[in-house]
């Protein structure tokens, strides 16, 4: 898949890619998916290629936004998949219609992003109650504090990546 040449933008490795993808492969079929901080897309696209049956992606970049939705009509995805060009916060500050079983959160490092996230998807119902939460983060930042009902299920560092799946 193309992948757009911007700042910032920095795709899950392969490697990692396939670890997390192991650890979810028994729980990603039929799941409703949540790509915050989508960017490339390349959670929620792997997601839907193993079977999830819809992912909403949240990509505030227009310009990241209009690739990731050329790939999603290219791969003929648009009837599984909903693309939310806003501040992945601004949506999470609302409730969803419905919660979601697996959520990616892969913000660009070096923010905040997590820090606001967490308490907004507890707080909000966007976790169902047996949800699994993806949490990818530079390995020289220090975790940000989860909410008391999450609780690590894996967890895995490459590179410059530290990446966990929680369980709630």
Known sequence: MPVLDHDGLRPTT??????LFNWLMHDIAGARCLD???????LGLESLSRGAEHV???EADRRVAA???SNLSLLDARERSELITQS???V????PIKPFDVVFLDPPFESS???QTFPLLAENDWLNDSALIYVEQASKQDPEPVPDSWQVYKEG???HCRYTLYSV
């Open 14 to 19: 392969d490697r990692v890619r396939e670890t």
């Open 36 to 42: 915050a901080f989508a960017g490339s897309g390349a």
């Open 56 to 58: 909403s992606f949240i």
């Open 67 to 69: 690739q990731l939705q």
């Open 88 to 90: 992945a916060i601004n």
């Open 92 to 95: 999470l500050r609302r409730r």
């Open 113 to 115: 992003f997590l820090a």
């Open 157 to 159: 560092k490459a590179g």
